[in-house]
């Protein structure tokens, strides 16, 4: 290695350093490859990681270990050679069902060669919630207890691994999450930009009896899943009310896909409604319209009535609209009779 090449590495993680927004002094070094050692987790816990990621970098992970030997409760795998980002659990030494998504945030790419990257895992009841750079990017359901973690490991291409860990009342956390990016829909005004993923959309005029919402979009080519939620609120935890969750899910291997309705109150989820088989092609556009009627909500893909869900709870609640997965949406409208 010739000085004037390591002069240049030098000057290349400065400079990435000096365009990192989001330094955590109060971050503890640790080493890749060996297990940090984690206070006890529980619903409120989160763990604050910053790294950074060399020229020359094809993938990384970040694994929240187990007591039990072979066992890992969150296996976060950015693969940059792909542009995707894996996450998954093992259990007794085997892989389980992946999730994957092709992330793109405020500035493209969330995960840049030559960069830091700051990353927030939040616990909630149910699910870990992950922001990237102050912006929130997913969730990964809990598969094993968590108080059965103990520890984070961190392998391959990533350099100048630190760790927090501190507790939080909401998430996003102001004091560390960018303002959540709100949108305004108003009737017959069609919002046709700024629709990256995920989007809050305020809806003034709420989403009453006669309300109809039009949706045009795309499905990603891999998808696993996505959302959308007519809820209560603009955070996501404490967990909203949600008067309606529509959840198509996509499953390889022997899971047939799925689309999921349902609605959380009283603080869980209530009864899921499930319809096999799916409509939404991946790669394919497709305009989705959701009516409210007086006996529930009526689900329309282009022109097929794909469900029906009835109102559990009143649709005066709804004020905010919550879009997140593997689509692409082109334009929202809504309107009012």
Request: hydrophobic share 35%.
């Amino acid at each position: 290695m010739s000085r004037e090449w390591l002069r240049a590495v030098v000057a290349r993680r400065n400079e990435a350093f000096n365009n990192f927004q989001h330094v955590d002094p109060e971050a503890v070094a640790v080493n890749v490859s060996t297990i940090h050692k984690l206070n006890e987790l529980k619903p409120t816990s989160a763990i604050i990681v910053t790294g950074y990621i060399p020229i020359e970098a094809i993938r990384f992970s970040i694994n929240l270990k187990c007591k039990t030997s072979g066992n890992i409760a969150l296996h976060f795998n950015p693969r940059l050679d792909r542009g995707y980002v894996v996450r998954n659990s093992k259990f007794k030494g085997c892989w389980d069902v992946e999730e994957t998504c092709s992330p793109a945030g405020s500035r493209g790419y969330v995960f840049r060669r030559n960069s830091f990257f700051h990353l927030t895992i939040f616990c909630t009841i149910n699910e870990f919630q992950i922001a990237i750079d102050g912006e929130h990017f997913c969730a990964f359901a809990y598969r094993m207890p968590l108080e059965e973690i103990v520890g984070i490991e961190f392998n391959d291409d990533v350099e100048e691994p630190k760790v927090r860990q501190t507790n939080i009342s909401m998430y996003p956390d102001p004091q560390i999450c960018k303002p959540t990016r709100i949108l305004e829909l108003l009737d017959d005004k069609p919002l046709d930009s700024n629709l990256e993923l995920p989007i809050v959309v305020d809806l003034p005029k709420g989403f009453g009896i006669g309300a109809k919402l039009l949706m045009k979009g795309r499905l990603k080519l891999l998808p696993h899943s996505f959302y959308i939620n007519l809820q209560k609120g603009k955070m996501i935890y404490p967990h909203p009310a949600i008067a309606l969750h529509l959840n198509p899910r996509y499953h390889y291997g022997n899971q047939p896909s799925c689309l999921v309705m349902n609605c959380w109150n009283n603080g869980k989820w209530d009864r899921e409604e499930r319809h096999d088989g799916q409509t939404w092609c991946p790669g394919r556009e497709f305009l989705l319209t959701i009516r409210c009627e007086y006996e529930g909500y009526v689900i329309w893909l282009n022109d097929r009535m794909i469900g029906e869900f009835k109102h559990r709870l009143q649709p005066s609640v709804i004020d905010t609209i919550r879009i997140t997965g593997d689509l692409v949406v082109y334009e929202m409208l809504v309107s009012y009779s």
